[in-house]
């Protein structure tokens, strides 16, 4: 080739450099075109942008509605943005990733498909990064499709050109947007844990009259790209930004209502953002002051300005401590209470949270002796030292599908028994097996040489006594209550199990006309368990244990107001009418303390 070609090319090669150096192409390079490198083939053109680029730009545009970029994780995955119309970007986002993989994901027409994949090159990826491009049919019958965006990204930038749109910046970061309530700021009794039932977001216990919550963030936040979402309130309430790092939260006087306030949409100013698998939500709920009383001297039990947040109490033998118990299910309003924060409390010194959720045990716990708590969830059994405050594993079962179900001590011979259950998949019976312990040593299997099946039903309604077990059973489409002692004797007598109190089984029987609700009550002693059970009279209303009491409780007509509480006498099977003091007494199921709440 000519020498003088050259000469002309190293010549033209000049002035292109003199030129990007006095227009910044440099920077324009680095910023928003793609890294080149040894061997790339680069096109030249004017500083006059190209018409047929430009219509291809726009034309790519105009097919783009929904755009969601994420972070797939090993565990799970959380979005970084998401974009309903990715037409609201009206300006250059910068957002951060904390990990090398992220994903794009853009949707387009189904009827603009083909052309979609004749133009996405206008679809462009600047930075140091591996690129993987898929169009994806995963729906047949929407009317869209999805063209996932494979980032594989090496070096801290990233930016991401959706046609003619301004560009989304992906920078490297070691951190997440935090944020906390600050508690200083409030003036009234709180209370605050994490709800593992709403993955593990904040709830915040508050007092009635307090006015509002101040949530502090750990970097000054991108206010005009933010958004609060505030859910649970007819009356909607506006949260105020004092400053970049403080957010006002207002509080209404209604009760018991939730308040979330949700906190994935807020941003940094350096594009962190709260991290999605944490905590991106707040609960809070106002409380109204309410104390703990026990039966039938209406003593007040309880001496923490934290009472009132307790859905129940478990006392000690020792008065200057005792177990607050948390509903979390009733906590966000989710009706009945099947899973329970436990809360040691001491007179004049700090809580302290033993478990945030006891795995949908119920209340599944109870004092050994003054220095001792026992609770359990599905797979261990846990000593709980309030002396040392520390805890011990005193049981745990060999395989996640083995589950503990009910767990009693007799305080008489020392003997802790536990009762644990496993289900093969897809069937629809239980296994039971007996496990026995003296003076709190490792649990040994004994009591049943074989393993004995029940249906789902007993399950739900399994004792466990020193006497034995007692658990419900199916038989020619009818209901039975099932009595094994510890020597194997099998005892079964016709009603489902409804409260046990000492020696005495109370069995709910089958409707019967004429009776309150269709339903009647019989009385067996398992003490004499070849006795046939004995008729109980008939209740003056709706029917629930209480302790060792079986209580009737009896509404208006409307069943809005309560009207009688009445105790059954077990000697002389009759009903009588008892008085519950303090100001409205609210009666809550339970198994093991007459303790009720007033307001």
């Known amino acids: 080739m000519p020498k003088a070609y050259f000469s002309y090319l190293r010549f033209l090669i000049s002035v292109l450099a003199t030129l990007c150096l006095l227009t910044g192409c440099d920077k324009d390079l680095n910023e928003d075109a793609s890294i080149l490198k040894v061997g790339d083939s680069v096109s030249l053109a ?14 790519l545009t105009g097919m783009l509605s929904e755009v969601t970029i994420f972070q797939p994780n090993v565990q799970t995955s959380y979005g970084i943005a998401y974009y309903q119309d990715i ?34 090159s206008a679809i462009r990826v600047s930075g140091d990064a591996a690129v993987a491009r898929e169009m994806k049919d995963e729906f047949p019958s929407a009317d869209w499709m999805r063209e996932y965006i494979d980032l594989r990204i090496k070096g801290d930038i990233v930016t991401l050109m ?96 939730l308040l979330q306030v949700g906190m994935d949409q807020i941003f940094s100013e350096q594009g962190t953002y709260i991290d999605r698998t944490q905590t991106p939500n707040s609960m809070l709920k106002i409380v109204p002051d309410r104390k703990w009383r026990s039966f039938p001297d209406g003593r007040e039990i309880g001496f923490s300005v934290r009472d009132r947040f307790y859905d129940f109490i478990l006392p000690s033998v020792d008065p200057s401590q005792y177990i607050g118990l948390i509903d979390l299910y009733a906590a966000i309003n989710e009706g009945a209470a099947i899973q329970y924060a436990f809360v040691l409390e001491r007179k004049d010194l700090d ?163 004429g009776s309150l609700s269709g339903i009647s009550y019989t009385r067996w002693n398992i003490g004499k368990p070849t006795q046939n059970p004995r008729a109980i009279a008939k209740a003056p209303g709706n029917v629930h244990q209480f302790g060792s009491i079986l209580l009737a409780a009896r509404y208006s007509e409307s069943l809005d107001v309560l009207k009688d509480y009445f105790e059954y006498d077990f000697n002389r099977n009759t009903w009588h009418k008892i008085t519950i003091p303090g100001d409205h007494p609210y009666v809550l199921y339970q198994d093991r303390n007459a303790i009720y709440r007033s307001e």
């Open 46 to 59: 004017t500083s006059t942008p190209s018409p047929k680029k430009d219509e291809t730009l726009r034309e």
């Open 87 to 120: 037409h609201s970007l009206k300006q250059t986002r910068t957002y951060a990733f904390l990990e090398d993989h992220v994903q794009v994901i853009v949707q387009v027409p189904r009827k603009q498909s083909k052309r979609y994949e004749e133009l996405k």
């Open 162 to 257: 959706l046609g003619d749109l301004p560009p989304i910046k992906l920078v490297r970061s070691d951190r997440s947007l935090t944020y906390r309530a600050d508690t200083d700021q409030l003036t009234l009794p709180y209370f605050r844990l994490k709800n593992p039932i709403i993955g593990g977001s904040e709830l915040l216990l508050l007092s009635q009259g307090e006015k509002e919550v101040v949530f502090g963030f750990s970097e000054p936040v991108d206010i005009a790209n933010s958004n609060i979402s505030i859910y649970g309130l007819e009356n909607p309430v506006q949260a105020l930004w004092k400053g970049n790092r403080e957010l006002h939260v207002p509080l209404q006087s209604d009760l018991n209502v």
């Open 351 to 513: 809580p302290v949270i033993i478990t945030e959720s006891n795995d949908d045990r119920g209340m599944s716990g109870f004092w050994v002796n003054r220095h001792i708590f026992l609770y359990w969830d599905r797979l261990h059994v846990y000593l709980y030292h309030t002396d040392s405050l520390q805890k011990e594993t005193l049981f745990e079962t060999a395989t996640e599908e083995t589950q503990i179900q009910e767990v009693a001590y007799d305080k008489a011979d020392h003997k802790l028994r536990i009762v644990t259950s496993y289900t093969a998949t897809g069937t629809e019976t239980y296994k039971l097996d007996s496990w026995e312990s003296t003076n709190l040593s490792a649990p040994v299997l004994t009591g049943y040489p074989y393993r004995k099946e029940v249906p789902y039903l007993g399950i739900n309604m399994l004792r466990v006594q020193s006497k034995g077990i007692l658990y419900s059973d199916w038989k020619d489409d009818q209901i039975f209550t099932v009595f094994e002692d510890h020597r194997g004797h099998r005892y079964e007598v016709l009603g489902e199990l409804f409260m046990v109190s000492g020696d005495n089984v109370i069995l709910k029987q089958s409707e019967v006309p």
